[in-house]
């Protein structure tokens, strides 16, 4: 990595770090009349916050109950892994009415859909007197608590004894429970999971009777054969000691109910017995054991379950719980009404052979029904377990101009409820021309792949087929695919809970030939990374298949690629290949084989083809999970001027040292040695001798002896009076040799000097100024001249060269 690069990194990593907040912000404002509890189990870690500057506070739970407003912190990144949100209402109910009904509505609570939430409804009434929950409009029925609902709803029922909270049950939408009656106090509530919106609804709340049980539940049997699964409270634990529970159940006219105890756990009593009580309106009641045969009952009846005094001093002493089936059967006729079956045609299958339920067409008896026109089918005996129930329908076109050009709806039709059973699954078999493709859209909400990471909890489940049976993906609503292409023959399966749907589940349309096998549209989401499995997934793609999503970028954003369980086979003939290359570009942006080591994150700042190609494996499969995830994008020209930026800084920084490290090494080599001229003629090393003294302090200019001859100075003096000689104290340019000057010294201090010369020292560049520069004087040269005359001069040679002598005026 470049250096340039490498502080970019560290730039960018820096605004990114400075940017990303710690904390998650939301601002709550709690409907009237609820109380909004915000909270968690764990003591230490993320806390939720309120308040700014000295009035902020931090705890691990909030309550909020004004219908105002409120800035809610949280100081995690992930605060919905930690918290959870209950939000509770209360209704009073006086002798006569209540003072309101349940009513779901998150409307308070919508900032916090990400987490965990549970809407919960306090139920009070007078003594001896229960409330009434009036559930017709949808029907529930009853679950184990550890279960989860298709709808990702749970209701649960509390009733609030004296003794503590009972778990009446927990529940789903669907079912033939109609109504609930608990006494004196207790609760209703609907959790919903982190991410899921409320389903909006309304139950009638009342006056109930004055009941004498803990609580008591009425059922409403259909007609035909049903059967409904029920559970003690607080299953699998302890039905409360010496307490009553009741079923009241509904039954259909010449239908039989038979009820039977799947699972039983008996306590150990002190007081009294366990018993079951059946009671018919109108008629005597009988009591008996649990471990009796429960028989056969006609009409109306209710079912009253008793728990004695346990003892439960004794250890390992188990409590009263009861798991029991109950189930309806007749002969029963049923009437199909074909125009209403979408062009769908009927298929009802025996499952059990051993099974004593009867199925016939016509008065025909039949292991197998299918009903393409319309009949009157009769069941005797037939339970939900005994049958099954699909649909199908061929979707077929020669040519292409034959071919609608409005799209097929693909709808579940409604069936008539006397079926024995539900319908379990749809499928449409679309066979396009030879040369065509089958397109597939959703009518709203795009479809979700079903894959490790990103799971279907929807009531329904799309799964796309070829002809062969090879899967092409498992697909359900609210995700990121607008729209699947198969260039062949595609079966679209739809199974799961399957009430009547009131608008399509996919629309189908026959089109033109397109240039891969398999096409995908896909828009993904900016607040959740995208999952998209190859065909086939995970046993791998056809052998030279083709593949291509068309992935549309928001403006201002980019997708950020990871190929996660890539799976390579070792092929025999051609390569697999992945390519990127964005929209209207020529150049590829990413291209990588199977024998080629792929990146690890790609990065794409546009909408884009996502293409893949399978070879021929000699073994091994190719199928590989792409993940795709939208962030902000970075300015391109920004990023290039801080590359330049960081380019420059760090060659600045590189001269500059370089400047430094040369400046301190002649910095270090001129302070081992200097010397200072002194322009009356002494050098001097201040290290060793100090600055000289003044030519007055010293006798350096002193001597013992002159010779006559040399004394020239009358005679100099009266040149100049009689203009014979120049004014030589003026400066005159020297055009002589300079190292023939040297400054006047003693004998002595030349010697001094030349010893102190060998000795090194160093000093600071404050005691050493720098050096002038001054013209020399004609009496120094005279001087120089006269007495640094060397040895063996002749007396031409010592005589200065004055210039030709004039003779004064006058003679002697």
Known sequence: MSSSRAALHVLLLTV?????????????????????????????????????????????????????????????SRPQDVFSVEVVRNIECSTKSCSSHIIQADSGSLPLQDFARRFTWNLNTS???????????????QINASERCPDRHSYTIHALQSSGDVAVGTYCRTGPIRSAQILNQGSFAVEVPAGQKLQNGWFDVSVGEEIKSLAKITLTLPKGTSSAELLSPNYPGSFPDDDVMEWYFQVPDKHKTTVEFLKLTQPLCRKKDTEVVYQSRGGPSSGLRLTDTQPQRKGNFTLTLRNCEMDRSRAGSPGLSLSLRVSTSSQVSCKVDVSKMEGLSLHIEKQRSASDCQMRVNSALRETITVTSNSELTFQHCLPEDVQVTATRV?????????????????????????????????????????????????????????????????????????????????????VIQKVQVRTNVSVSVSGTLGGKA???????????????????????????????????????????????????????EAHLMFANLSQPKCSNRHTNIRVQRVGRLEEDYSRREDETPEEEITVSASFYLNMSNCMPERGQFSVITKITLQKSINRLLTIILSVVASLLVIFVIVLVVVCVVIRKKKKKLSQQVSIYNPNGTIFLPGLNGFPETRQDNDEHEYASIEDTLVYTHLLRKGKEICVYRDFDTYQPFTGRMDSQ?????????????????????????????????PLSHDQRLVDNVIYQGEGQSDEERSPSLGPRLEPEGGN
């Not at 007197?129 to 029907?139: C, L």
């Not at 909400?445 to 070829?466: A, H, V």
């Not at 010294?745 to 000093?763: G, L, T, Y």
């Open 742 to 774: 040297r400054p006047l010294v003693s004998k002595d201090s030349i010697a001094d000097d030349r010893q102190a010369s060998k000795q090194p020292f160093s000093i600071s560049s404050q005691q050493a100024p720098p050096l002038p520069i001054r």
């Open 395 to 479: 979707i077929e076109c020669r040519q292409l101009k034959d071919c609608s050009n409005t799209a097929v709806h693909l709808s579940v039709p409604l069936l008539p409820p006397c079926l024995p059973a539900p319908l379990s699954s749809v499928t449409w078999t679309l066979r396009p021309p030879e040369h065509s493709t089958v397109e597939l859209t959703a009518p709203a909400g795009n479809l979700k792949q079903c894959l490790p990471g990103q799971r279907c909890n929807d009531s329904f489940i799309i799964k796309m087929t070829e002809d062969d049976g090879t899967t092409v993906g498992r697909y359900c609503p609210n995700g």
């Open 16 to 76: 990114i770090v400075s940017t990303v907040p710690g904390v998650q912000r939301n601002t709550v404002t709690p409907d009237r009349g609820t109380t909004l509890n915000i909270s968690t189990t764990q003591v230490r870690g993320c806390k939720v916050c309120t308040g700014a500057g000295g009035s902020r506070q931090c705890t691990t739970s909030l309550l909020l109950k004004d219908n105002k407003p409120v800035q809610v912190e949280f100081d995690c």
């Open 127 to 141: 003594a001896l007197k229960a409330f009434k929950i009036d559930f017709t409009s949808v029907g529930l029925r």
């Open 503 to 557: 608008t399509p589940v996919l629309y189908a349309k026959m089109k033109g030939a397109i240039s891969e096998r398999y096409i995908f549209s896909v828009s993904p989401k900016r607040d959740a990374p995208a999952l998209l499995a190859s065909p086939g997934w995970p046993e791998g793609m056809k052998s030279y298949s083709t593949v291509s999503w068309i992935v549309t970028v928001p403006p201002k954003m």
